[in-house]
């Protein structure tokens, strides 16, 4: 049964919503609602464990990237336990720059491990 389908897209913003939310405490909320508490995030840049560890991931991307955002592109799609979803990021009301594809293990609808791969990423970023 497809249970994960229907939420797929609500599930895929409130990632987003970790990833824009520049206040840590504020985000720390976001991921203690949404992902469970032993959660894993990789990507090829970087990995953490936990709510904090994750927040502080968040929080060096707002560091380097001040003033960009992220956005879903296309659709959230699922099933069973697992979600997938494509993402951009970039200064507010310019190109986006960075392009990846996520790919999400939920337990219980929460998020439990992350995959993060990076489609388009500039020169230098």
């Known amino acids: 049964m497809n249970t994960a389908a229907p939420d797929a897209a ?10 824009n939310e ?20 990789v990507d090829p840049l970087m990995q953490g464990s ?10 060096g991307v707002h560091q380097r990237y001040p003033g960009f955002r992220f956005k879903l592109k296309g659709q959230a799609d699922a099933h069973g336990e697992h979600l997938r979803f494509s993402w951009t990021l970039g200064p507010s009301g310019a190109e986006d720059l960075v392009e990846g594809t996520d790919f999400v293990q939920l337990e219980s609808g929460k998020l439990r491990a992350v995959t993060g791969f990076l489609d388009k990423v500039p020169v230098g970023a």
């Not at 520049?22 to 995030?41: G, I, M, V």
């Not at 936990?50 to 929080?59: C, D, K, P, R, Y």
């Open 10 to 19: 609500r599930i895929a913003e409130q990632y987003i919503a970790v990833w």
């Open 22 to 41: 520049t206040d840590a405490e504020r985000r720390l909320k976001l991921l203690e609602a949404h992902w469970s508490a032993d959660a894993r995030y």
């Open 50 to 59: 936990g709510h904090a560890q994750i927040s502080a991931l968040v929080g």
